[in-house]
């Protein structure tokens, strides 16, 4: 029974590191972020690419492109973290929660001053910065991490606002089955890009990127698929 509940968590972080540029090139079938893409398949390259409201050509965004660094991704699976340990932890957190809270209804929680785990529960008693200190205490166990694969899961959300419901994410528009979620990009990419500074207009809490459940062959060989953006609040 122990057994099973103590099913590893299936989550797959993406790193990035320093590599040689030949070795980006398509025919080594990179996983890579930055510089110029490399394209997988060569003979069915989209026509054009879809930005926001405005459709680039593939040359004008492959020069754009050239302009941030180029790293390779590189993925290990997130250190041996189990559903009893997540379940404690939360656990843990409710606990201490509710002891401040009911201080705070009694009138004692001055008393608290200088107790540093309580002090943090002080500025963590709203839902939104609960899960952005959730958010903060996951990803401090591996501070690197750009993406978080977990096809399947649940993004890991920097905010309890602007969460989507089932209907906000569209089927597949090639098969018409549903999407689900695959990986989330996280905001320390934007350091690696040296795109940090807020002049560069590029910013995000996480992105996370929903796929076609059923991988589908339909249409296309490179698929529109849908991201949903969640800012920093
Ligand atoms: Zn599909």
Redesign the pocket.
Known sequence: MAENKKRTLSIELGYLEECAAWKLESRFFPSKVGGKPAWLDLCHLPNSILCGTEHEDKESEERRDVLVPQFEIVIEAEDCLQEEEVSNDLKTEEEKLKAFEKMVQEGKAGTLQGDTSFDELQKTTSPEDRQFSKFNSRIRRNPDQVLRYDRGGTPLWISSDHTPNEDDIPC?E????HRRFEFQILPQLLNYLGLDSTEKSVDWGTLAIYT?????N??PAY?REFLWKQDIV
């Open positions: 597949c090639y098969c018409g089955q076609c459940s059923q991988s589908c339909e249409g698929k």
